[in-house]
């Protein structure tokens, strides 16, 4: 029998980041150039750490490097929170796309958390 990795793409905390880092930078690309240079080059590098984060903490070797990195991620999710409401204050996000980035920065802790439990239990070292 062969044994089975776990892949990166097989993490849906990683999948579900990286689709949202695609459909804010889908948003921010059509606004302004002072719009952009401000709020918009924040907010889409905030929302992209999110899955870089998680796809470098998963590349680590050991349990706490890779904890670490998932933490940061986390926090990434958090800090688009900021930017979304300020988005949302500022005019620049249609109702549906807030709350599509919203509900999403909702739930992506959750799972990252799920990920560290997974990863605590799982590796040793």
């Given at each position: 029998?062969?044994k089975k990795y776990l892949q990166l793409?097989?993490?849906?905390?990683?999948?579900?980041?990286?689709?949202?880092?695609?459909?804010?930078?889908?948003?921010?690309?059509?606004?302004?150039?002072?719009?952009?240079?401000?709020?918009?080059?924040?907010?889409?590098?905030a929302i992209d750490s999110i899955s870089?984060?998680?796809?470098?903490?998963?590349?680590?070797?050991?349990?706490?490097?890779?904890?670490?990195?998932?933490?940061?991620?986390?926090?990434?999710?958090?800090?688009?929170?900021?930017?979304?409401?300020?988005?949302?204050?500022?005019?620049?996000l249609t109702r549906e796309q807030y709350?599509?980035?919203?509900?999403?920065?909702?739930?992506?802790?959750?799972?990252?958390?799920?990920?560290?439990?997974?990863?605590?239990?799982?590796?040793?070292?």
């Amino acid at each position: 029998m062969v044994k089975k990795y776990l892949q990166l793409n097989d993490v849906n905390c990683y999948k579900r980041a990286f689709a949202l880092s695609n459909y804010v930078w889908d948003i921010v690309v059509k606004w302004d150039y002072f719009t952009k240079n401000t709020v918009g080059m924040q907010f889409a590098t905030a929302i992209d750490s999110i899955s870089a984060n998680i796809a470098e903490g998963f590349g680590r070797y050991g349990k706490k490097d890779k904890v670490k990195f998932y933490y940061y991620s986390s926090g990434s999710a958090k800090e688009g929170l900021d930017w979304n409401e300020k988005g949302r204050i500022r005019k620049l996000l249609t109702r549906e796309q807030y709350k599509n980035i919203f509900r999403e920065l909702q739930e992506l802790p959750k799972e990252i958390n799920q990920l560290i439990k997974f990863t605590n239990i799982k590796l040793k070292e």
